[in-house]
């Protein structure tokens, strides 16, 4: 199995636009999803393929990735938005692997 | 609706064994890939366990030969056995269903279920 490394905080004020990366070294070749969990929640899947958002997760939410490294951007960051954030893949033999999570928080 | 149902979760002593279960609604458990992801108190998610439509299983080293997953069809119904547990399994269990609505995602998470180990 592999690491996926993310920041353990991130911190903006609202309005702003906050990103949090997450480094993997198979990320290149693997697909990368982003979720987001609130305190005595469930996580929920905001980010697919890197890329993609999914119906219902609101405009604000978006990835890009650049080689080892997938970033989930949120622009315009409301109070809402505060959470804890965590990137997934693929594992190389059939299994997944999370990072560490970044907890978001707004100022 | 589609939503997921944990249950089985409880506070047991280390060595002992235990079963959760996790019931689908809405779609079919065995044409989509399940999995056990958990969290311990305060910490990140942790993923467990697969199972895949055509039945293959893949686990976490840190529970490889201590638990199984396996699904009843009939029930369409996902289960976690777990054998030898100890302190460190002390966690939220939940399971998270890929549909392929969204290609290889976890789109579907349960409530969870707790899981404590202690004597």
């Known amino acids: 199995s592999y690491d996926l490394t993310q920041p353990p905080s991130v911190s903006v004020s609202p309005g702003q636009t906050a990103r949090i990366t997450c480094s993997g070294a198979?990320?290149?070749?693997?697909?990368a999803f982003w979720y987001q969990q609130k305190p005595g929640q469930a996580p929920v899947l905001v980010i697919y393929?890197?890329?993609g958002r999914p119906s219902g997760i609101p405009e604000r939410f978006s990835g890009s990735n650049s080689g080892t490294t997938v970033t989930l951007i949120i622009s315009g960051v409301q109070a809402e938005d505060e959470a804890d954030y965590y990137c997934q893949s693929a594992d190389s033999n059939g299994s997944w692997v999370f990072g560490g999570g970044t907890k978001l928080t707004v100022l | 609706e589609v939503q997921l149902v944990e249950t089985g979760g409880g506070l047991i002593q280390p060595g002992e064994s235990l079963r959760l279960s996790c019931a689908a609604f809405g779609f079919i458990v065995n044409s989509n890939y399940m999995n056990w992801v958990r969290q311990a108190p305060g910490k990140g998610l942790e993923w467990v366990s697969v199972?895949?439509?055509?039945?293959?299983?893949y686990y976490a080293d840190s529970v490889k030969g201590r638990f199984t997953i396996s699904r009843d069809n009939s029930k369409n119904t996902l289960y976690l056995q777990m054998n030898s547990l100890r302190a460190e399994d002390t966690a939220v269990y939940y399971c998270?269903?890929?549909?392929?609505?969204?290609?290889?995602?976890?789109?579907?998470w349960g409530q969870g279920t707790m899981v404590s180990v202690s004597s």
């Open positions: 998270a269903a890929g549909t392929g609505y969204y290609p290889d995602a976890f789109d579907i």
């Open positions: 198979a990320l290149p070749n693997l697909h």
């Open positions: 393929k890197a890329t």
């Open positions: 199972i895949y439509s055509g039945g293959s299983t």
